[in-house]
């Protein structure tokens, strides 16, 4: 699990705990810096079994990651991780579903005329879904791309590299995005994006990403 003050991120693999027995017990918690995990990534990507470990020294919790005769190992965070998994709505009837590839592709290229930290508008619509980006009076830019509805229609406006952060870890083709609802009409609730088998399969939940969208520009 990875958050922020703007999104929520769960990813659950499989392990193997070596014949160590099952239970709550046997349940351990690590809070790793960002950083480490992203020089794991760098320096493991390529492995196909990573050892990991968590062991006390001196009154401190370290974690090492190893493979291929090389380990990373870090000093753990002290505390407890924000209870995020309550964020996460049981079920959604408000969805749509679309091509991963497209989605990022057009986002990208429509945010290529917004300034820094401004967002994107999406329109979902029985019709598909329309992107639409107001940089400035003289840039502006809008895409449809295929889509399909479930529920009502919605207007959702997103920051395009949030976005774009959690469409690129999806592992399908197509994705969907759900979106929640909060008991204030005027402030929207947080979209769930998560993998689809096919456009009328819905993937499995292993891999599940909570974004909060901005305040709509009227």
Same mark, same amino acid.
């Given at each position: 699990?990875?958050?922020?003050?703007?999104?929520?991120?769960?990813?659950?693999?499989?392990?193997?705990?070596?014949?160590?027995?099952?239970?709550?017990?046997?349940?351990?918690?690590?809070?790793?810096?960002?950083?480490?995990?992203?020089?794991?990534?760098?320096?493991?990507?390529?492995?196909?079994?990573?050892?990991? &470990?968590?062991?006390?020294?001196?009154?401190?919790?370290?974690? !090492?990651?190893?493979?291929?005769?090389? #380990? =990373?190992? %870090? /000093?753990?965070?002290?505390?407890?991780?924000?209870?995020?998994?309550?964020?996460?709505?049981?079920?959604?009837?408000?969805?749509?579903?679309?091509?991963?590839?497209?989605?990022?592709?057009?986002?990208?290229?429509?945010?290529?005329?917004?300034?820094?930290?401004?967002?994107?508008?999406?329109?979902?619509?029985?019709?598909?879904?329309?992107?639409?980006?107001?940089? &400035?009076?003289?840039?502006?830019?809008?895409?449809?791309?295929? !889509?399909?509805?479930?529920?009502?229609? #919605? =207007?959702? %406006? /997103?920051?395009?590299?949030?976005?774009?952060?959690?469409?690129?870890?999806?592992?399908?083709?197509?994705?969907?995005?759900?979106?929640?609802?909060?008991?204030?009409?005027?402030?929207?609730?947080?979209?769930?994006?998560?993998?689809?088998?096919?456009?009328?399969?819905?993937?499995?939940?292993?891999?599940?990403?909570?974004?909060?969208?901005?305040?709509?520009?009227?």
């Amino acid at each position: 699990m990875a958050t922020d003050r703007y999104r929520v991120a769960i990813r659950e693999i499989e392990w193997d705990g070596g014949g160590v027995a099952s239970g709550d017990d046997q349940t351990s918690t690590a809070l790793v810096p960002a950083r480490t995990l992203q020089e794991v990534g760098k320096t493991f990507g390529h492995s196909g079994t990573i050892s990991v &470990s968590i062991t006390s020294r001196d009154d401190r919790e370290l974690i !090492a990651f190893s493979a291929d005769r090389k #380990t =990373v190992t %870090s /000093l753990l965070i002290k505390g407890n991780f924000p209870p995020v998994r309550r964020l996460f709505p049981e079920t959604v009837e408000n969805y749509a579903v679309m091509n991963t590839a497209d989605l990022i592709e057009a986002t990208r290229r429509v945010a290529l005329v917004l300034e820094r930290e401004a967002a994107l508008r999406y329109s979902f619509t029985p019709d598909g879904l329309t992107l639409e980006a107001i940089g &400035s009076e003289q840039a502006q830019a809008s895409e449809s791309i295929d !889509a399909i509805l479930t529920g009502d229609a #919605t =207007v959702v %406006s /997103l920051k395009p590299q949030f976005l774009l952060d959690g469409l690129q870890a999806v592992p399908s083709e197509y994705v969907r995005i759900s979106f929640t609802k909060t008991e204030n009409p005027n402030k929207p609730g947080p979209v769930l994006i998560t993998s689809q088998t096919s456009r009328e399969q819905a993937g499995a939940d292993s891999y599940r990403y909570l974004l909060q969208p901005n305040l709509l520009l009227r």
